[in-house]
């Protein structure tokens, strides 16, 4: 859960981490992290977070793949609009995959 807590951590303040509400800062950000993890050897695959990306494309009906930032802000058509988007999307994204979890035990 070490992306995805971050990513909270992120959506919560995000002017601590880059700067502002953009969704792409906060694209790039996790990228970069996620990209150093992998270059030494730390990446954890089986996080949550990396679900979400197809979860938003498949929630929001997009055919094309996209990151998931900029499949929001498509959808969004604001800046504001796709930070709270995303916020709101990230819960019920978390709300279904431990519904899954739920259910399987």
Same mark, same amino acid.
């Given at each position: 859960m070490r992306y995805s807590k971050l990513f909270e951590e992120i959506l919560n303040k995000p002017g601590m981490y880059v700067g502002n509400t953009s969704i792409e800062r906060i694209f790039a950000f996790m990228d970069g992290y996620i990209h150093a993890d992998w270059e030494n050897k730390k990446r954890d695959n089986s996080d949550l977070y990396f679900g979400f990306q197809p979860w938003v494309i $498949?929630? !929001? =009906? !997009? =055919? &094309?793949?996209?990151?998931?930032?900029? /499949? &929001?802000? #498509?959808?969004? =058509? /604001? $800046? %504001? /609009?796709? #930070? %709270? @988007?995303?916020?709101? !999307?990230?819960? $019920?994204?978390?709300?279904? @995959?431990? +519904? +899954? /979890?739920?259910?399987?035990?």
């Open positions: $498949e929630r !929001l =009906g !997009l =055919g &094309i793949q996209k990151n998931w930032a900029n /499949s &929001i802000a #498509f959808v969004a =058509g /604001s $800046e %504001e /609009s796709a #930070f %709270e @988007m995303t916020k709101k !999307l990230w819960t $019920e994204y978390k709300a279904e @995959m431990q +519904q +899954q /979890s739920n259910d399987k035990n």
